[in-house]
């Protein structure tokens, strides 16, 4: 029998206990449920989650111990992971792009909502012989500003092909809705009025009355130690459903993946090496938890070192580069992080806010990459 306790107090409990030479990627639930708490009581609907930021196990538990009842999944391995723990909750199938095969598992899985982009995406779903309550959503693009990168580069439809698309949607007797996703890390409220807006023109233009509309998810989470303002962007969601709708305003609900589970976890790594120029070489990188680093998002900069004894290192910040653990030069995070004088070799590095993306995109090249998850009280 393990003496070690299968909750731990803290990183720093565990991290000075068990001494790991491995990542670690420390969970809290109750961080998660208070986000989750947070998020549905400031936005005016109905909250799903994101499947593709974390699917793992305990995160789906907790979310719907939290109250989310609505998931979006983007494949059947996901709508698979969900219904392995609930056979209840709502499933949103928004990947627009669907084979046959694909459809009939989510058919057969109670999928409630589809999203499309196209006629031929449309004629799938048709195909398949949905029931009449399904709910179809008539993704829209368009050219907006305020994310890091934009989804429309893929997926969507303008708004002149989303009014016959939306048209057809409803002549096949599906229950009628209209989707966009502003675009990933967004901070700009003004992304999601323009959106909102052009989606009631769409359906004015269209003459159908949208059952729900969809609000995206794209929110943002805390990488830099200034939290972004969700109230704004959720109260600016509801003045311009008021505006663009008026009393047929249709019910809304949106996806976050991100902005519900990037806070609840932390990334502890260790420093294998300080090299004489102060580059620092770590036990994990961008092809295991830390994968964004290859995007134009990055890793997060909310970033402590602690000491072997878990005393924290306080010698004045110096600029360094960060590598990770294989013999690709591409394992670099971008930029360089500000890091204390006197780290050393052995020492533990903390990424907080590593909830989102660090599991789900790992590799295991040149045999790094696993992580054991470790579930704490808090994150300290």
């Known amino acids: 029998m393990s003496r070690h306790p299968e909750i731990w107090a803290s ?34 609907g109905a909250v799903t989650y994101a499947l593709k930021a974390n699917d793992s196990r305990a995160v789906i538990e907790n979310l719907i111990g939290a109250g989310i009842a609505g998931f979006d999944v983007a494949s059947p391995a996901e709508i698979d992971k969900v219904r392995a723990v609930s056979a209840d909750v709502a499933l949103h199938y928004n990947n627009p792009v669907r084979s046959p095969a694909e459809i009939a598992r ?21 195909a398949a012989g949905l029931g009449s309550g399904v709910e179809v959503a008539v993704r829209l693009r368009l050219p907006v500003v305020g994310a890091v990168y934009d989804f429309g580069e893929k997926f969507g439809e303008d708004p002149a092909g989303c009014v016959e698309l939306l048209r057809a949607v409803e002549e096949a007797g599906f229950r009628p809705a209209m989707t966009f996703h502003p675009g990933t890390q967004c901070a700009a409220p003004e992304a999601w009025t323009a959106y909102i807006a052009t989606c009631a023109e769409v359906a004015r233009a269209a003459g159908v009355a949208l ?34 709708f008026g009393a047929r305003a249709p019910a ?15 990334l502890a790594t260790r420093v294998k090496a300080v090299r004489e120029c102060g580059a620092v070489f770590l036990n994990d990188g961008v092809y295991g938890s830390m994968g964004e680093g290859l995007n134009a998002l990055g890793v997060s900069r909310r ?23 294989t013999c690709d030069s ?21 990424f907080e806010a590593m909830g989102a993306y660090s599991g789900v995109t790992r590799t295991g090249f040149n045999g790094y990459g696993a992580a054991r998850l470790v579930t704490v009280q808090g994150l300290g």
């Open 330 to 350: 591409l394992d670099r995070l971008p930029g360089e992080y500000a890091l204390p004088e006197d780290i050393a070799e052995g020492d533990f590095v903390l």
């Open 106 to 126: 989510a058919r057969a899985a109670g999928v409630v909502s589809y999203a499309v982009d196209g006629r031929s995406e449309l004629a799938k779903l048709e």
């Open 252 to 266: 809304l609900v949106c996806e976050p993946g991100r902005a519900l589970v990037a806070e609840s976890h932390v």
């Open 11 to 44: 990183p720093e409990s565990y991290l000075v206990s068990v001494a790991p030479e491995d990542p670690v990627l420390f969970f809290a639930p109750g961080v998660l449920r208070r986000v989750v708490r947070d998020f549905c009581a400031g936005f005016p």
């Open 303 to 325: 970033v402590r070192v602690l000491a072997p004894d878990g005393r924290p290192r306080s010698g004045e910040g110096r600029a360094r580069v960060i590598y990770g653990p």
């Open 211 to 244: 059952r729900r509309l969809n609000v995206g998810g794209g929110f943002a989470a805390d990488y830099r130690g200034d939290a972004p303002d969700l109230g704004a962007v959720f109260a600016a969601i509801r003045g311009a459903v008021a505006a663009a």
